[in-house]
């Protein structure tokens, strides 16, 4: 059983691997993400190959490649625009609301409201 468990994961890397890495590699920024993420389909299609039969193995295997780029597209997308502008590094007690909507105007307020827009 074990036997044929392998050369089945043997055979579907041989029948699909360059295939799949390239509609990856389509669909991702770098060759590194393509090759992670394929890794992770490759596991996942030995881990289910242990418990039950897939009946189109190609069919399987791109559908789960396909929500494993949505997946990470998801995982590294900001989630505000807070966070998109001024990251996870700046000063937490900053606050630009208040430099956006003060009253008072200063030379400074006035030369970081500009910096702001024009990164906008």
């Known amino acids: 059983m074990a036997d044929q468990r392998r050369q089945n ?21 770098t060759d590194e993400d393509a090759e992670d993420i394929l890794q992770d389909v490759w596991y996942q299609f030995s ?6 039969p897939i009946e189109q193995t ?17 995982k590294h997308q900001p989630s505000s625009l807070e966070e998109e502008i001024f990251g996870d590094d700046e000063d937490p007690n900053f606050n630009f609301r208040e430099l956006l909507l003060a009253q008072n105007s200063t030379p400074e307020t006035e030369h970081l409201r500009n910096l702001f827009w024009e990164q906008l």
């Not at 579907?12 to 509609?23: C, M, P, S």
């Not at 559908?63 to 949505?70: E, K, L, P, S, T």
């Open 47 to 52: 881990n289910v190959l242990e418990n039950e």
């Open 9 to 29: 994961i043997i055979q579907a890397v041989r029948d699909y691997g360059k295939r799949l890495f390239y509609f990856i590699r389509g669909r991702v920024n």
């Open 58 to 74: 190609s069919a399987w295997l791109f559908r789960v490649a396909r929500n494993r780029i949505i997946d990470k597209y998801r």
